[in-house]
């Protein structure tokens, strides 16, 4: 795919709205896909898809949008937040907060669903009544940042969790698994699965949390079937 997509300001805009773009490496234009109508955030495109973050009538929730024919569908419609969405073929991700109080900037007990298009039937990719966030998909691998064994597991963003994990979802197999688990770990939110490998940006050193040198690290995922 030669497109690259963001949300943002065209030059010498301001304000809280934010609009989709595109950039086409190849024929070196720029797009812009939509115009003022609304706030649009963290986009990720597959072939001729997009899907985004939109606030919409007082909640977060995913759209998806085909460029050529610049159709915008909700795919998840329900007054809490969705957000963090991700995109692999006909499978989608994000992290839902359905099921728990709060919202995006106040997370609690946040999960993790996924969905195959068109129909879009959300799916919980885990049971768990900690805090999921931050997925990314490809093939039949989910992957996400878990809390559950962290000190505050319903809180992502308390300071008293000194542990994230790297859990994920098999979606032909059914089952989770725990990837990486670390004490006085913090994982960088934006994950990416390619090629069956999971690649995520942390400390250097285990020792140290805060102030560090980060290194990219990946796990190979076939090895937990």
Not at 5 to 27: Q, R
Not at 59 to 67: G, H, P, R, V
Not at 147 to 152: G, L, V
Request: proline residues 6%; charged residues 25%.
């Amino acid at each position: 795919n030669d497109l690259v997509v963001w949300a943002g300001h065209d030059e010498g805009e301001a304000g809280s709205v934010t609009d989709l773009f595109t950039f086409d490496l190849s024929a070196m234009q720029m797009t812009r896909l939509t115009q003022y109508e609304g706030v649009h955030y963290d986009p990720r495109i597959w072939e001729r898809n997009i899907v985004y973050e939109k606030y919409y009538s007082g909640s977060i929730d995913i759209f998806l949008m085909d460029i050529d024919t610049g159709e915008k569908t909700n795919l998840t419609a329900n007054p809490s937040d969705q957000w963090d969405p991700d995109i692999w073929q006909d499978r989608v991700v994000w992290t839902d907060h359905r099921n728990g109080p709060g919202s995006r900037d106040r997370p609690r007990n946040t999960d993790i669903y996924w969905c195959e298009l068109p129909d879009c039937e959300p799916r919980p990719a885990t049971a768990s009544t900690a805090s999921q966030m931050n997925p990314t998909i490809d093939g039949d691998w989910i992957a996400w940042v878990d809390y559950r064994n962290a000190e505050d597991p319903q809180n992502p963003y308390s300071f008293d969790n000194t542990r994230e994990e790297l859990w994920g979802y098999n979606i032909t197999t059914g089952e989770e698994y725990m990837f990486f688990s670390r004490e006085n770990t913090l994982i960088h939110p934006k994950l990416r699965i390619e090629n069956g490998k999971l690649y995520f940006l942390m400390s250097a050193d285990p020792s140290c949390q805060y102030g560090c040198d980060s290194a990219v690290f990946e796990i190979e995922l076939d090895r937990f079937l």
